[in-house]
């Protein structure tokens, strides 16, 4: 199973990383969308530091979580 969500630059950045903030999961990526909004509903709001290098300049990410 994976899911696959888009996530947003945050407008208050620290000074070696930049912050993505969940945005959106993307539509057909999971293996069933209705059981994972029945269950990941409202709680599921991740956000992530990437490396200024890496995404100074993005202004949204995609990521994608695979179950191994």
Do not use: C, W
């Not at 209705?34 to 200024?52: H, L, M, N, Q, T």
Request: net charge neutral; charged share 30%; no cysteine.
């Amino acid at each position: 199973m994976k899911i696959t969500f888009t996530m947003t630059r945050n407008a208050d950045q620290p000074k070696h990383s930049t912050r993505f903030n969940f945005d959106a999961f993307e539509t057909g990526t999971a293996d069933n969308p209705e059981k994972r909004d029945a269950e990941v509903g409202d709680r599921f709001k991740p956000s992530f530091y990437i490396p200024k290098p890496f995404a100074e300049h993005a202004k949204h990410v995609r990521v994608t979580i695979e179950e191994l």
